[in-house]
């Protein structure tokens, strides 16, 4: 059975930093293509960042891009996001999602999401 | 920047056939994926790659694309089709993905 479980969320002051995880199960890891999404309060989806199989290509949204930096341990079966200069408008569910092949794949199983709360 | 246009809201009554639609410039050269979700949960991929139905997916969920026009159509629509509908794609410089703004089902 495919699992992500996403973790790290929380609640972080404006300007602050956080690292999320993304651990994976029940698939080979090492061949799927990862995506970040998001979902603020209410609103709708929002791609984030993605990354190929070998870290060795990250893509990003445009108003996330040089703050957040995604990667991937193929080792331990784990995503990351690390986000910095983090902003009120960076508060939401993020979600972790396993990638159809790249450039211009989709995704098809999602986590369930951890909190991300950016508040003084 | 591209954008994917789905409208905000439609409306069918139990066995109707409901269609959402999404449009995008580059629809015509790249896939689009549809994703349900259902009030407090994680979003659920019901069709790939235009028009191909993951397996759990009910046969009813069906998609379709045409021209700059991707479609999401639920013939016989039940109660436990209400949910949020979002199409994801991406432009044509590749690696740059977008949701369309998502589409509330309402099935009443």
């Known amino acids: 059975e495919v699992q992500l479980v996403e973790s790290g969320g929380g609640l972080v002051q404006p300007g602050g930093s956080l690292r999320l995880s993304c651990a994976a199960s029940?698939?080979?890891?090492?061949?799927?293509?990862f995506h970040w999404v998001r979902q603020a309060p209410g609103k709708g989806l929002e791609y984030v960042s993605a990354?190929?199989?070998?870290?060795?290509?990250?893509y990003y949204g445009k108003s996330v891009k040089g703050r957040f930096t995604i990667s991937r341990d193929n080792s331990k079966n784990t995503v990351y996001l690390q986000m910095g200069s983090l902003r009120t408008e960076d508060m939401a569910v993020y979600y972790c999602a396993r990638g159809f092949p790249l450039p211009n794949g989709g995704v098809d199983y999602w986590g369930r999401g951890t909190l991300v709360t950016v508040s003084s | 920047s591209y954008e994917l246009t789905q409208p905000p809201s439609v409306s069918v009554s139990p066995g109707q056939t409901a269609r959402i639609t999404c449009s995008g410039d580059a629809l015509p050269k790249k896939y689009a994926y549809w994703y349900q979700q259902k009030s407090g949960q994680a979003p659920v991929l019901v069709i790939y790659e235009d028009s191909k139905r993951p397996s759990g997916i009910p046969e009813r969920i069906s998609g379709s694309s045409s021209g700059t026009m991707a479609t999401l159509t639920i013939s016989g629509a039940q109660v436990e089709d209400e949910a949020d509908y979002y199409c994801y794609s991406t432009d044509t410089s590749d690696y740059s993905w977008v949701f369309g703004g998502g589409t509330r089902l309402a099935v009443l």
């Open positions: 990354i190929n199989t070998n870290g060795g290509g990250t």
């Open positions: 029940g698939f080979t890891f090492s061949h799927y293509a």
